[in-house]
C-alpha cells in the first residue's frame, strides 16, 4: 500500500485545513488508518485514527472537538478535517495504514506510511 498525503499549508490561528490521504490499492479498505504529526525536536505523535469501516475513532485530547478523521473507502481516500487550527497544531502530518483492521495508538501498530505534509499555524 502506498500512500500520498496532500492538503497542507500555512493558516492563520482560527483557520481550518483538510488534508487527504490518497491509498493505492483496494486493501485499504481493510485496514484501520491513522494521522500522525511530528513537530521539530519531538516525537511522532498520533492525532486521529479510524477503523476500517469507520466504526470506531480516536482523537488525541489536544485536537478533541477540533478535528475530525474519516475515510470514504470507494475512493481509497482518508481525510482529516482540522478546524480552529492553533499555532501548536504546528507540524508534519503523517498518514499511516494499520497492520489489521482495527486500529492502533502506537507507531508499531502501523505499517505503510505516507510521505507527510507540513502544516504550519501562524498566530
Known amino acids: 500500500v502506498q500512500l500520498q498525503a496532500s492538503g497542507g499549508g500555512l493558516v492563520q490561528a482560527g483557520g481550518s485545513l483538510r488534508l487527504s490521504c490518497a491509498a493505492s490499492?483496494?486493501?485499504?479498505?481493510?485496514?484501520?488508518m491513522g494521522w500522525f504529526r511530528q513537530a521539530p525536536g519531538k516525537e511522532r505523535d498520533i492525532v486521529a485514527a479510524?477503523?476500517?469501516?469507520?466504526?470506531?475513532?480516536y482523537y488525541a485530547d489536544s485536537v478533541k472537538g477540533r478535528f475530525t478523521i474519516s475515510r470514504d473507502n470507494a475512493k481509497n481516500t482518508l481525510y482529516l478535517e482540522m478546524n480552529n487550527l492553533k499555532p501548536e497544531d504546528t507540524a508534519f502530518y503523517y498518514c499511516?495504514?494499520?497492520?489489521?483492521?482495527?486500529?492502533?495508538?502506537?507507531?508499531?501498530?502501523?505499517?505503510?506510511w505516507g510521505q507527510g505534509t507540513q502544516v504550519t499555524v501562524s498566530s
Open positions: 479510524i477503523n476500517w469501516n469507520s466504526a470506531n475513532t
Open positions: 490499492r483496494r486493501t485499504f479498505s481493510n485496514n484501520g
Open positions: 499511516a495504514a494499520a497492520l489489521r483492521s482495527s486500529y492502533g495508538l502506537q507507531r508499531d501498530d502501523y505499517r505503510y
